[in-house]
């Protein structure tokens, strides 16, 4: 039962598990940051990371500079170099570091209204990072600088993939397995679906799609995996009405309560890594949105499978400004 101290099938010898949910998602504590983590120490948490998908630290007194020490551990990192180059400004020190914040530059809280918060609503739809890039993302590692009171929302919600296609009926998992359906994602999609008026002009077959396999193995856990999020704007192959009747069916499967488990954000300093290869996420509103200040700041490490760059060609194009 979540909560429950358990046995993972992984032994630890340096950590200790706690499990959030019955299929994935776990707290893990026994890690002084402060210190440099020895190689078994780190194995360990990847590990861990690949057992369950989503593992949560608390209280971990890092900084910008040892967030991204520890996040180099993980592999190549994505940065917003291409974003900051075509006018986006970035409040950040590092460009390693993705602000997903509701804080403009000059501090104050952002408006839910204003142009980049209209696209951040895409962001409260169950998705996966950087699908829609050439090259998708592997781990994400979220981590908390500054909070609003409790009970103001602002947690994040998961979803177990891996388990959500193990559980699928027979008939579907062979038609998945015989048509090997390729998903053209694009976050423009997502964001018009979050914000249809205020993107109602905007057309996301304008704008470059990242192109991936609807069902794949998960090589670190070699378990099979449903690759979906909200950013999926159809199913090549198919008819429109089949398309999205395919996408309605798999989607609402993966992200119904028995898959998914929220995240509540306690203190500054919370941590939580996941794998996009193998879990949905998204961002759960809450009335701070327009009141206090959510600081958080993310290191996205670029996937490193033999499916990162899924069927796209390989280039450094970003895809996300508006």
């Given at each position: 039962?979540p909560g429950?101290?358990?046995?993972p ?6 950590i200790i ?7 994935f ?10 210190k440099p983590l020895?190689d078994d120490l780190?194995r360990?948490?990847l590990?861990?990371v690949t057992?369950?998908g989503v593992?949560?630290?608390?209280h971990t007194?890092?900084?910008d ?13 994505d940065?917003?170099?291409p974003?900051v180059k075509a006018?986006?400004p970035?409040?950040l020190?590092?460009d390693?570091?993705?602000d997903v914040s509701n804080v ?17 609503k ?8 950087s699908?829609?890039?050439p090259?998708?993302?592997g781990?994400?590692l979220l ?5 609003p ?5 602002g947690?994040?919600e998961?979803a ?8 699928l ?5 062979e038609?998945l397995?015989?048509?090997n ?11 018009k ?6 993107f109602?002009h ?7 799609m ?6 794949q193995r998960?090589?670190a ?8 999020a909200?950013?999926?704007h159809?199913?090549?192959g ?14 609402d499967?993966a992200?119904?309560d028995?898959?998914?488990v929220?995240?509540e954000?306690?203190?500054?300093g919370?941590?939580?890594i996941?794998?996009n290869?193998c879990?949905m996420?998204r961002a759960v509103?809450?009335p ?7 600081d958080?700041?993310?290191a996205?490490?670029?996937?490193s ?6 069927l796209n060609e ?9």
């Amino acid at each position: 039962m979540p909560g429950i101290l358990s046995n993972p099938k992984a032994d630890f010898d340096h950590i200790i598990v706690k499990r959030l949910h019955p299929t994935f998602a776990a707290e893990l504590s026994g890690v002084d940051f402060s210190k440099p983590l020895s190689d078994d120490l780190f194995r360990e948490i990847l590990a861990a990371v690949t057992e369950y998908g989503v593992v949560v630290f608390r209280h971990t007194s890092l900084t910008d500079e040892s967030h991204l020490e520890f996040a180099r551990k993980f592999g190549e990192l994505d940065d917003v170099k291409p974003y900051v180059k075509a006018g986006r400004p970035n409040r950040l020190k590092y460009d390693e570091l993705f602000d997903v914040s509701n804080v403009e530059v000059d501090g104050t809280v952002l408006d839910p209204e204003s142009a980049r918060g209209q696209a951040n609503k895409g962001n409260h739809l169950f998705h996966v990072d950087s699908s829609f890039n050439p090259r998708r993302a592997g781990y994400s590692l979220l981590l908390a600088h500054e909070l609003p009171p409790p009970g103001m929302g602002g947690h994040t919600e998961f979803a177990d993939t891996r388990t959500a296609y193990d559980d699928l009926p027979s008939e579907l998992k062979e038609q998945l397995k015989t048509h090997n359906y390729i998903a053209a994602h694009s976050t423009h999609h997502s964001r018009k679906l979050a914000s249809p008026e205020y993107f109602a002009h905007m057309d996301p077959r304008d704008y470059p799609m990242g192109r991936h396999y609807l069902l794949q193995r998960h090589e670190a856990s070699g378990r099979m995996n449903l690759y979906i999020a909200s950013h999926v704007h159809h199913i090549e192959g198919l008819e429109p009405e089949k398309s999205q009747e395919l996408f309605d069916r798999l989607y609402d499967h993966a992200k119904s309560d028995k898959y998914t488990v929220e995240i509540e954000w306690v203190s500054a300093g919370d941590l939580v890594i996941w794998d996009n290869t193998c879990t949905m996420h998204r961002a759960v509103g809450g009335p701070f949105l327009r009141k206090y200040r959510r600081d958080m700041r993310r290191a996205t490490v670029h996937d490193s499978s033999s499916q990162a760059w899924g069927l796209n060609e390989h280039s450094d194009v970003r895809v996300g400004l508006p």
